[in-house]
């Protein structure tokens, strides 16, 4: 493999744990500070609610019960462009919100992207991952 793709593969794993680390920090613990890890184009889909604009998204992320994340699984790989350094970050784990106190799975993917000198989440997906059946006696 080209050692610049293995440079960039390396890269992306670094970058996806702090990037990821911050992120659910911040969403846990100070959630007022969210908007400032998207673009001002960013876009959030969290369990199908679409929500573009970093003013918007920071106006949902306050209204959503206090939360607490713990990760499961991280994988991350870039996105080859010659002009722009992108990561696509995949993440799984779970969830537990003050409004139940149950611990529920979460999948989120994110493509973050380098603006100067700093990441920003240009798309954002987060799904709670309910059971499909219930048990069947």
Known sequence: ????????MDQASRTSEEFTKLYYESLDKRRHQMSRLYLNNGVLVWNGNGITGRDDIQKFYQELPVSDHHMNTLDAQPLLDANQ???????????KFNSDGLSRPFQQTFIITAEQDK???VSDTYRLQDAMFKDRK
Not at 1 to 8: G, H, P, R, V, Y
Not at 85 to 95: D, E, K, N, P
């Open 1 to 8: 493999m080209d050692e610049a793709i293995l440079d960039k």
């Open 85 to 95: 350094l992108t990561f696509l970050i995949q993440v799984s784990g779970a969830v």
């Open 119 to 121: 990441w920003k989440i």
